[in-house]
């Protein structure tokens, strides 16, 4: 299959990009914290009880910073270990991208999605992913490709594919 070529081996820093890319809205942290702050500090309790008791409240906010912090070392330490057996059970990611579809070949596995399978894009500046179900992607950091030229044809293609699509 000719196209585009990309490949690489996947960093952390690039699994945290696609596990946040893979995240419905509601799941994203510029939601979730306010909800664990209000539930912690100020669930219940009247803005008079809040600037009365503002020893309590500190108390609840400490509280909802370390509930907080907690939940982010879990994420981060789960991660991680995903992060380990993802690499170890694909390694490297090689292939193409050309107007017939991908071409994704990893370690154990080779296989071509046409672009009818794909369902959608999302594209940010450093990574796009095409995802071919509610939450599973294929990904691709701009680290994969060779030149930005090359990165930027293959965001032209994945999106005049998905266009021609629809």
């Not at 702050?37 to 009247?46: C, E, I, L």
């Not at 995903?82 to 070949?105: Q, T």
């Not at 990893?106 to 509610?134: G, I, M, S």
Request: proline letters at 4%; aromatic letters at 14%; hydrophobic letters at 55%.
């Amino acid at each position: 299959m000719d196209g585009i070529s990309f490949g690489g081996a996947l960093s952390f820093a690039q699994f945290e990009r696609i596990q946040r890319g893979l995240l419905p809205w509601w799941m994203r942290t510029w939601i979730v914290v306010p909800f664990v702050v209000y539930a912690f500090a100020f669930n219940g309790r009247s803005i008079a009880d809040i600037v009365d008791q503002p020893i309590v409240t500190m108390l609840c906010l400490a509280l909802a910073m370390g509930v907080l912090l907690l939940i982010w070392g879990l994420l981060r330490f789960t991660r991680r270990r995903a992060w380990k057996r993802a690499v170890a059970l694909n390694g490297s990611v090689a292939g193409s991208a050309g107007a017939e579809g991908i071409s994704w070949n990893t370690e154990l596995t080779q296989t071509r999605f046409p672009w009818t399978k794909v369902t959608k894009l999302r594209k940010r500046p450093d990574l796009v992913l095409l995802f071919y179900a509610p939450r599973c992607a294929l990904y691709f950091p701009r680290e994969f490709f060779a030149s930005e030229e090359a990165w930027n044809a293959f965001g032209v293609l994945a999106a005049a594919q998905l266009a021609r699509a629809d």
